[in-house]
């Protein structure tokens, strides 16, 4: 049993609130537990200086953590001039992850900006944002459908993200922050509705680990993302 009182296999309750900022052409709110992220799609008639001419779209995304979305104070990365290290790993693999269920040729030269704000985090902030974000994305994209922008959808199948790690020689689904701090390794996974792995992130932390962890690991995440699915589908 968990600090939380959750089976090792047992994901954090999901709720996803769509339309959450009405001004944006995609926004949901995804609350994981006691992490929530507000996920926005924003649509611009143009693309980067290197894609321009050959008809092609793009996705991108930015993340960032609120201030007191921690226990303690986090200062406001603008103040300190740019990104950390840790924030411009986390929005290469936001924007890695997106693109690799968007047909980018269906978009014509527009690109979408997907903008995850952490308003709390207790754990998988960065698994929260992609799931999140992918809702946003969606949105963003059926109103570019409906509104005659684009002939059809271009995301190829939902795509969602879960945090899995080894806590005290068990394999868990869906860390807290309690749970990965001290977890000895540490694996963050995003895949496709069709089980296809996007990306795979695993980390030993204080020890390393072995084949079967490792397929114990990702068996755990399979079943979180299809249940994270369950819940993009359901809106």
Not at 156 to 179: F, K, N, Q, W
Request: proline share 3%.
């Amino acid at each position: 049993m968990r600090t939380d009182g959750r089976q090792h296999d047992e994901i954090r309750p999901v709720t996803i609130t769509p339309g959450f900022l009405p001004a944006a052409e995609g926004s949901a709110l995804i609350e994981i537990g006691h992490t929530k992220v507000i996920c926005t799609a924003s649509l611009e008639e143009a693309v980067p200086g290197w894609l321009r001419g050959g008809g092609r779209g793009w996705v991108t995304a930015e993340y960032g953590m609120l201030p007191r979305s921690t226990s303690t104070r986090t200062q406001r990365e603008v103040n300190r001039g740019r990104p950390g290290g840790r924030t411009h790993e986390i929005q290469r693999l936001i924007g890695r992850a997106l693109r690799s269920v968007t047909r980018l040729d269906k978009l014509g030269e527009r690109m979408i900006h997907i903008d995850c704000d952490v308003l709390q985090a207790d754990g998988g902030t960065r698994t929260a944002a992609i799931t999140g974000g992918w809702v946003a994305l969606a949105l963003a994209l059926k109103q570019m459908v409906d509104f005659r922008m684009i002939a059809e959808m271009p995301l190829s199948e939902p795509l969602a993200a879960i945090s899995v790690g080894m806590v005290d020689g068990a394999a868990m689904l869906d860390l807290c922050y309690e749970e990965d701090s001290r977890a000895e390794v540490d694996m963050n996974v995003v895949m496709t509705a069709g089980g296809e792995f996007a990306e795979v992130q695993s980390t030993g932390e204080s020890r390393t680990f072995t084949l079967h962890q490792l397929e114990q690991m990702l068996e755990l995440a399979k079943n979180g993302v299809a249940k994270l699915i369950e819940a993009q589908r359901s809106i």
